[in-house]
């Protein structure tokens, strides 16, 4: 009986491995179980780490796995009636507090870039010769149970009169560093682009910021990933990534929908200036 459970035991490492595998190559039925495709040049560096750690655990996983299954098989009471029993072992105990702590350091060390990459350097851009971190292009507000994206209006600045208001749907051009500015309106959100391997909490009284660079035109969802309320499941958003050119196309078209009193007078301007007195 006991071997059997030994058996049942190296079953974990196995089958766990064998999900494992079938996930990662998309075989059925775990097809798109894995990540999803990457549009963020930062997620190159996020998804090597990820693979890195999903390896370092797969190992340790997997050695846990067989010593269990193998102490098991080999100290079968029919077989063997005691096990040898001490309650120190210093030598042991030195063993399994380095070993853990060397892997921990090394990683602590190892992901210092990709931190830095997405959480600390944000993009700058020249200003009088001298770079200057850039400002936020998007406003995301967080609501129970929505997003808002404050767009600047004409002014080229967020959160002034004339912002351009749209509601669950962001478009934002390609091969461009993006920094959205995130800010909710009532309890925590958390706003997560699996596609751009991006989250970030959103916290009350704060301003979080976030950026990227989008490397290919692609359509996505936003997703809130703090249990915000009943509605949390609701609040979902779509994610167009664009052509720098089509982006300053549909930015034209926002600017002659909205505030329509004021566009309408600017279009009086000029067209009255040539020939009209
Ligand atoms: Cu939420």
Request: net charge neutral; hydrophobic share 45%; glycine share 6%.
């Amino acid at each position: 009986m006991n071997r059997l459970w030994s058996i049942l035991f190296f079953l974990v490492p196995i089958l766990g491995m064998g999900t494992f595998v079938m996930a990662a190559w998309g075989m059925p039925p775990f097809q798109g179980a894995w990540l999803p495709e990457n549009y963020s040049v930062a997620g190159k560096t996020i998804d090597h780490l990820f693979y890195l750690l999903n390896w370092i655990s797969a190992l340790i996983f997997i050695g846990t796995g067989i010593v269990i299954g193998w102490v098991i098989w080999k100290y079968d009471h029919r077989r063997r009636d005691t096990a040898n029993y001490f309650s120190h072992n210093f030598k042991l105990e030195l063993i399994w507090t380095i070993i853990p702590a060397i892997i921990l350091v090394f990683i602590a060390f190892y992901q210092m870039n990709s931190w830095a990459e997405t959480k600390m350097i944000r993009p700058t851009i020249m200003q009088n010769g001298q770079p200057v971190t850039k400002p936020p292009m998007v406003l995301v507000m967080a609501k129970r149970f929505g997003w808002e994206f404050h767009y600047a209006g004409p002014d080229g600045l967020i959160e002034t009169q004339d912002d351009d208001y749209i509601e669950n749907e962001l478009v934002l051009p390609i091969n461009t560093d993006i920094v959205l500015q995130l800010e909710t309106r009532d309890v925590i959100h958390s706003f997560f682009v699996p596609q751009l391997r991006v989250k970030q909490d959103i916290v009350p009284g704060m301003k979080q910021f976030i950026w990227f660079r989008g490397t290919a035109t692609a359509e996505m969802d936003i997703a809130c990933t703090e249990l915000c309320g009943w509605g949390h499941y609701t609040m979902k958003g779509r994610l167009r990534l664009v052509t720098p050119k089509d982006y300053n196309l549909w930015l034209a078209e926002r600017r002659a929908l909205q505030n329509p009193p004021i566009d309408s007078e600017q279009q009086k301007a000029p067209a009255g200036q040539p020939g009209s007195e």
